[in-house]
C-alpha cells in the first residue's frame, strides 16, 4: 500500500536549536516526494521537492530509499518557522497520478 | 498564491442541504484537485480532474460529486451536507512541468 508516515502529530523546540521533522514512506514506484507547509490561516504552499535538492528557509530534506524517508531538517530553528508541515509523495498509477498526504506535523518554536 | 481562488471563504449549513464550492484559477493548468483538511488526519483528496472531460475519484469521494465546468473551474458539490463533513476544503492546480501543486486559500464549511 502507498502510504505517507509522519510520526509525530506535535513537535516543539527552541529558537535555535536543531529541528527534525520524519517522515517515512510506502511506494513500489520510484518515489517523489515533497514537502508542504501552512503557516496559520494560510494555504499550503510548496517548501522543496527532493528532486530539485534545493534549500528552503533554510530547510533540506534527502531522500534515503534504504530508510524509505524523506526527513526535514533545519540545523537552526527560528519562531516564523513554526507551522504545519506535510510530506507528501507523488503516486503514479497507469497514467494517472495524486499526491498522498501524510497526517501533518505541527511544529511550534518557542523563543 | 492567488493564482487559484476559492469561493466561499466560509460556510455554515444545515444536514440535509446541497451546497456547492466553487474554484477557479488563473495559471493554465489542466489538472486540478479537491482535498479536505481535518485534524489529525492531514489532506485527503476527494476528487481530481486532468481536463475537462477526465473526472477521477479520490480516496474519499463518497457523498460528493464535481464539475469541470472549464479548464479554469472546478467545483465540488455536497449533494445533501451532513455533519461529518465539516472539514477546510481546498482546491489545487498542478504544474505539468515542475509537479508543483498550487493551493487555493480554501473553504471552511460547518454542516449543523
Known amino acids: 500500500a502507498q502510504r505517507v508516515t509522519q510520526p509525530e502529530k506535535l513537535l516543539s523546540v527552541f529558537k535555535g536549536a536543531p529541528v527534525e521533522l520524519k517522515c517515512n514512506y510506502s511506494?513500489?514506484?520510484?518515489?517523489?516526494l515533497f514537502w508542504y507547509v501552512q503557516y496559520s490561516r494560510q494555504r499550503l504552499q510548496l517548501l522543496l521537492r527532493h528532486i530539485s535538492r534545493e534549500s528552503i528557509k533554510g530547510f533540506t530534506a534527502d531522500l534515503n530509499k534504504g530508510e524509505t524517508s524523506f526527513h526535514l531538517k533545519k540545523p537552526f530553528a527560528q519562531e516564523e518557522d513554526s507551522a504545519m508541515y506535510y510530506c507528501?509523495?507523488?503516486?503514479?498509477?497507469?497514467?494517472?497520478?495524486?499526491?498522498?498526504f501524510g497526517k501533518g506535523t505541527k511544529l511550534t518554536v518557542n523563543p | 498564491d492567488a493564482d487559484v481562488t476559492q469561493t466561499p471563504r466560509n460556510r455554515i449549513t444545515k444536514t440535509g442541504k446541497r451546497i456547492m464550492l466553487e474554484c477557479s484559477q488563473t495559471k493554465g493548468h489542466d489538472r486540478m484537485y479537491w482535498y479536505r483538511q481535518d485534524p489529525g488526519l492531514g489532506l485527503r483528496l476527494i476528487y481530481y480532474s486532468f481536463d475537462v472531460k477526465d473526472i477521477n475519484k479520490g480516496e474519499i469521494s463518497d457523498g460528493y460529486s464535481v464539475s469541470r465546468q472549464a479548464q479554469a473551474k472546478f467545483s465540488l458539490s455536497l449533494e445533501s451536507a451532513i455533519p461529518n463533513q465539516t472539514a477546510l476544503y481546498f482546491c489545487?492546480?498542478?504544474?505539468?512541468?515542475?509537479?508543483?501543486?498550487?493551493f487555493g486559500p480554501g473553504t471552511r464549511l460547518l454542516v449543523l
Open positions: 489545487a492546480t498542478k504544474d505539468p512541468i515542475g509537479e508543483t501543486q498550487y
Open positions: 507528501a509523495l507523488m503516486i503514479t498509477q497507469g497514467g494517472s497520478e495524486k499526491l498522498v
Open positions: 511506494y513500489s514506484g520510484s518515489p517523489e
